[in-house]
């Protein structure tokens, strides 16, 4: 049995995202219970050139809700990027979840020769599905997760590995 476009995003968009929900708790309970200021998690940088945290966030979400409406042909919800603090990102966590739970694995039938083009700053690229998911939305997606979990960790929010792996 080879493994479907479907199989290959939404249930693993889905897992990671629920994972981030659950980061998302114990930071504002860090936060809670230390004193600390949410504001410093959500404004949060690597580097002053790198976006903060909340931009980690948005840009996972819209990677997510993006890659699986265009695998299936679908317009994706757009979200205004208004959301500051840590509640307001995890309710749009929720909104992403329930829009990829709407997806069926027939919506991706023929998805990897589907072509995909994005607009970016640099100009308009455009791939196979396949080449898309594997190249550009996967790396994405965790880049900017992984990004939002280093962030967290190096504000003192106490996260390990299976905190971003999450439950099994």
């Not at 599905?129 to 994405?140: D, E, H, K, V």
Request: with cysteine.
């Amino acid at each position: 049995m080879s493994l479907s476009m479907y199989q290959a995003s939404v249930p693993t968009f889905v897992r990671q995202l629920q994972a981030l929900s659950v980061i998302l708790d114990k930071a504002l309970a860090h936060a809670q219970s230390t004193g600390l200021d949410p504001a410093q998690l959500t404004t949060a940088r690597l580097a002053p050139d790198m976006l903060p945290f909340t931009n980690q966030i948005f840009i996972a979400t819209d990677t997510a809700k993006g890659c699986a409406a265009r695998l299936a042909g679908v317009e994706a919800p757009v979200f205004a990027d208004s959301e500051t603090t840590l509640p307001e990102l995890q309710a749009r966590i929720g909104k992403t979840l329930d829009f990829l739970k709407t997806f069926r694995p027939e919506q991706f039938d023929g998805s990897e020769e589907r072509t995909v083009t994005l607009k970016l700053r640099s100009g308009e690229v455009s791939f196979t599905g396949l080449n898309y998911l594997q190249t550009f939305a996967m790396p994405n997606f965790f880049f900017h997760v992984t990004t939002a979990y280093g962030l967290l960790r190096q504000q003192g929010v106490p996260l390990g590995k299976l905190d971003f792996l999450g439950p099994r």
